[in-house]
């Protein structure tokens, strides 16, 4: 008898189909049939495309018994986190601004999916145009995780990251600007990818802080993880800071023997009191299993992504840089959203600058205008140089501190965050407090290198943990090589929540 497709891989759903052991249609209606029992639950999904997606799989049907070449993700149903463009779709960002937007256009990333014979299944819940850390940002609905619907699923891409551990996708997309994909797949208990900047096409993404932006994968395993970032990761002309390298065979980098390399262990991420006591329990077991599998540690140091404790609070030079950077970087990319082109437009009109601002009132949620006003004032006249300037200054020392680690290690071991999945409401009136949920991720974004969440346990209260492996630029054959290792001798990303409908 047939395994449940929730209980299947992505890469064992595609070989499946091409095996013809199940058709694509098989495959995708019993995926809707998963999505629509678990959906009112969790709030993963914004727009879920049933009739397109069946459309879809009925062609990949008939093009396989036609005998012609398929692709890398055949019959794979895979979920768009709503920020990236998909033509003749709604794509919101989850804001008012945009509700009803339907691009005329594919993202890069989509036309690599339909490339690649994937079936896009829907778009997923964000934090308003990815300015978040729990999903509770979104203008349209809530997200909960699948472990305790009590709990934020963490952000921005919390609705990709719900949906994969709630299998209701076995494969999704979601960006990273300054943690947004490791750490919600850390929360929710799935692996997430973080490329290198430049490795992956932001062409349709839409932008929030362009410099630190990155599209990257979200799946159960590091094979899967592997798997979809190889059909992603090819060239583009139409973003200048795509790479032009060619693209690895990542799946089969992930037999890579790890034996010999170098792990550092950042003295900053591992002060007294900056990580729960479960959570630092966890990391520390993770680090076991791998010293058993060959693995060196060593102590290293990461100066300018500085934690410091007080009083029960984390604050960190990283922390600071970032959201001085981003939000210049959002306050610029943000000007765009004015009523006159597309977007909302305010009802109330007046004059071109009283519809500006009623528009803009309207249209954006209250942390996005927190972010605006920030960068505004960060690259204001007289404000520039303290603040803009200076942190891009912090952004290249940091980067400096990566390239020294690399001389001694290999690879750096981190925590995720510093808890699992905070309450629901719990830091929605404490911006400072969210903020610091990326406080180990953010230098990943900083220095542009490629950074991956794996799980390796669970709280007492049943919430999952993550580990996160950090390496140098391009170096994502080696992360995902140590990912599959630690996966194969360990269960924690076979273990489901228990989830019963609504």
């Not at 914004?46 to 009925?58: N, P």
């Not at 699923?153 to 551990?165: E, L, N």
């Not at 060196?296 to 300018?304: A, G, V």
């Amino acid at each position: 008898m047939a395994k449940p497709l929730e209980e299947l891989t992505a890469t064992a759903i595609r070989d499946a189909f091409l095996r013809r052991e199940r058709s694509a249609r098989s495959i995708v209606e019993e995926q809707f049939a998963i999505l629509k029992e678990r959906e009112v639950a969790v709030g993963a999904f914004l727009t879920v495309m049933q009739e397109e997606a069946l459309a879809r799989a009925d062609a990949l049907d008939r093009k396989l018994a036609d005998g012609a070449q398929m692709g890398k993700l055949a019959g794979i149903p895979v979920a768009v986190k709503d920020n990236i463009c998909t033509r003749g779709v709604a794509t919101t960002c989850a804001s008012r601004i945009l509700e009803g937007y339907v691009p005329p256009y594919d993202a890069h990333v989509v036309e690599r999916l339909i490339e690649e014979d994937a079936v896009i299944i829907g778009k997923t819940n964000m934090d308003e145009f990815a300015m978040g850390s729990s999903t509770e940002n979104s203008a349209f609905k809530l997200t909960r995780n699948p472990w305790d619907r009590e709990r934020i699923p963490g952000g921005s891409s919390g609705g990709s990251a719900a949906a994969v551990a709630a299998r209701m996708a076995p494969l999704a997309l979601g960006s990273d600007t300054g943690g947004s994909i490791r750490q919600p797949a850390g929360l929710c208990g799935v692996v997430g990818l973080k490329p290198t900047y430049g490795r992956v096409s932001r062409y349709g993404l839409v932008a929030f802080a362009s410099s630190l932006d990155q599209i990257g994968p979200l799946a159960r395993t590091a094979g899967d993880t592997a798997l979809l970032l190889e059909a992603i990761a090819p060239r583009d002309g139409r973003d200048s800071t795509c790479t032009d390298r060619e693209v690895p065979d990542y799946v089969e980098a992930l037999e890579q023997p790890i034996s010999g390399l170098t792990f550092g262990l950042p003295g900053e991420f591992f002060i007294e009191g900056g990580l729960d006591r479960e959570v630092a329990r966890a990391l520390e077991q993770a680090r076991r299993c791998y010293e058993a599998l060959g693995v060196r540690f060593r102590d290293i140091s990461l100066p300018h992504s500085r934690i410091d404790v007080e009083d029960g609070q984390l604050s960190s030079y990283a922390v600071a840089c970032y959201y001085i950077l981003c939000t210049a970087e959002a306050s610029s990319n943000l000007a765009r959203y004015d009523g006159v082109r597309y977007g909302h437009r305010s009802d109330e009109r007046g004059d071109i600058i009283e519809m500006y601002s009623r528009t803009r009132g309207e249209g954006f949620g209250e942390e996005v205008k927190r972010r605006i006003m920030l960068g505004t004032h960060a690259l204001s006249s007289g404000y520039y140089d303290a603040y803009y300037l200076r942190a891009g200054r912090v952004r290249r020392l940091i980067q400096s501190d990566f390239e020294r680690a690399w001389e001694q290690v290999d690879l750096v071991f981190a925590p995720v965050s510093p808890t699992p999945a905070f309450r629901i409401g719990e830091k929605a009136d404490d911006p400072l407090a969210m903020y610091l949920s990326d406080i180990f991720t953010i230098s990943c974004n900083l220095a542009g290198i490629c950074g991956i969440s794996v799980p390796c346990g669970f709280s007492s209260e049943g919430l999952p943990v993550a580990l996160q492996l950090m390496g140098r630029h391009w170096d994502e054959e080696r992360l995902l090589a140590a990912a599959h290792a630690y996966q194969i001798h360990t269960d924690w990303h076979k273990r489901a929540p228990a989830l019963e409908g609504g």
